[in-house]
């Protein structure tokens, strides 16, 4: 069993997401999986031209020589895929849209009906395999109602490539993770993380109480004890730029 887990956050190693992929993918190895990282932050990926070159010229390959080849190679031969991606404006991040965009060149371009549901369209894999999908994503809000977008775009991706979606571990409030202070703090949060991480490899899935200890808040005390600390962030992260501001009277 390979993974191919890839972070789409641009601070890559410093990244909340990465915080969440590392014991993720050590769990997973524990249970016997190979594993990968690509970091997008750290390749060189330029944006889809929309030529369908790969399609009609070199088919499987796109006209563009950069790091996307040698990534894609190996995706292909992944079992299990895990987007790990910041939420951007309640999406992905540009990396990860970017990265998306260019694995164009492993469909064909046919228009045949879904094996599942014959009225729908879809273009043909060009390296039939069993995939799986999972979805890990942080973000910045303490709510997990900002998921919902980015999880329903998951769900249809992999329901429209055929591939099994294994789940999402979400992260509200996730930008502490990136605060090397804190780390001790959340070993209870990792250890879940590396559970999850063997039950995919040795189950297939997570159960539901893993998947709730995951949802757990990573700081006590709510959501206006959590805009609070937040506030205070950003102040003091301004100040050390001589830049002042306080965040406006709350209006109902
Ligand atoms: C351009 C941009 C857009 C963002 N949009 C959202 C958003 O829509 N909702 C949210 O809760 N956080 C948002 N955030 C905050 C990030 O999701 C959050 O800081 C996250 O922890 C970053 O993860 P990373 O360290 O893996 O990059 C945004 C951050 C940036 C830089």
Not at 80 to 103: A, Q, W
Not at 104 to 132: C, M, T
Not at 153 to 177: D, N, S, V
């Amino acid at each position: 069993m390979h993974v191919m887990a890839i972070n789409g956050s641009p601070r890559e190693e410093r990244s909340a997401t990465f915080h969440i992929l590392d014991p993720l993918l050590e769990g997973m190895r524990a249970a016997g999986a190979t594993t990968e990282l690509v970091h997008l932050g750290h390749l060189q990926i330029k944006h889809c031209l929309g030529c369908f070159l790969c399609w009609v010229k070199t088919p499987g390959e796109c006209v563009q020589k950069d790091d996307m080849s040698a990534v894609l190679e190996r995706f292909i031969k992944a079992d299990i895929l895990i987007f790990g991606t910041p939420l951007y404006h309640y999406n992905v991040s540009g990396l990860m849209k970017n990265f998306i965009d260019r694995t164009l060149p492993i469909h064909e371009p046919w228009l045949v009906g879904d094996s599942e549901h014959p009225a729908w369209s879809r273009h043909p894999d060009r390296y039939p395999r069993n995939r799986s999908m999972l979805l890990v994503s942080p973000c910045g809000f303490p709510e997990f109602d900002y998921f919902v977008p980015l999880v329903q775009y998951f769900q249809y991706y992999a329901q429209k490539l055929g591939w099994k979606y294994l789940g999402e571990i979400l992260r509200p409030a996730g930008e502490i993770l990136t605060e090397e202070q804190y780390q001790q703090m959340f070993a209870w949060y990792y250890d879940l993380l590396r559970q999850a991480g063997k039950q995919l490899i040795s189950q297939g899935q997570m159960t539901p109480e893993i998947q709730a200890g995951l949802r757990q808040d990573l700081i006590p005390g709510g959501t206006e004890a959590f805009r609070e600390a937040a506030n205070q962030h950003w102040m003091a992260a301004m100040a050390r730029f001589g830049v002042s501001g306080k965040p406006p009277a709350q209006t109902e």
